[in-house]
T-cell receptor, first 113, second 116 residues
């Protein structure tokens, strides 16, 4: 079974632009979570989606948003990019009822210049 | 809010030796999970071991075992017979068992270097 895939793997954007990252979960997984990893703040939870509904949200500004489609694929969007948004963005998926077993994708490395 | 503290930013161990990574957490919850994740240089996050808070028995997975002290809110990871491939960042994480969504709270990580 294919693992969690994230596209693109690397991305360079300019301050003020917006960006959309994509995550395709493992087949059959309906829960998708997003995390931001930076050297300074470490790993921080962004949001979790289940059956197209945002079920949980971390402490991030409204510039960070996401959605989930009927096939469980998820996207996250960051508008008006700031230098501090440079990070590795990780996506994780899990089966319904087994959300304690989260499988991570390889991440998208976003660099904001 | 839950906090997870890993007090050892870096550790080193020789191949075949045993090493213990420390983790403490703070929570008022009673129903939760604790995890150790490994992140090698490839940056792929890999689950090493999971502990359910309601279980008194410590979890083990091959060479990896934990010492879960619920009252002390301590959750250490022991790696036996260390191998070069164990070199990685290790993150301790907490997850509340909730019907209103799930989130992993991570510690800052411990960088483990296994030397020949």
């Amino acid at each position: 079974k294919a693992g969690v895939t994230q596209t693109p793997r690397y991305l360079i954007k300019t301050r003020g632009q917006q960006v959309t990252l994509s995550c395709s979960p493992i087949s059959g997984h309906r829960s998708v979570s997003w995390y931001q990893q930076t050297p300074g703040q470490g790993l921080q939870f962004l949001f979790e989606y289940f059956s197209e509904t945002q079920r949980n949200k971390g402490n991030f500004p409204g510039r960070f948003s996401g959605r989930q489609f009927s096939n469980s694929r998820s996207e996250m969007n960051v508008s008006t990019l700031e230098l501090g948004d440079s990070a590795l963005y990780l996506c994780a998926s899990s089966l319904a009822g087994r959300t304690y077993e989260q499988y991570f994708g390889p991440g998208t490395r976003l660099t904001v210049t | 809010a839950q906090t997870v503290t890993q007090s050892q930013p870096e550790m080193s161990v020789q191949e075949a030796e045993t090493v213990t990574l420390s983790c403490t957490y703070d929570t008022s919850e009673n129903n939760y999970y604790l995890f150790w994740y490994k992140q090698p240089p490839s940056r792929q996050m890999i689950l090493v071991i999971r502990q359910e808070a309601y279980k008194q028995q410590n979890a083990t997975e091959n060479r990896f075992s934990v010492n879960f002290q619920k009252a002390a809110k301590s959750f250490s990871l022991k790696i036996s017979d260390s191998q070069l491939g164990d070199t990685a960042m290790y993150f301790c994480a907490f997850m509340k068992n909730s019907n209103s969504g799930y989130a992993l709270n991570f510690g800052k990580g411990t960088s483990l270097l296994v030397t020949p």
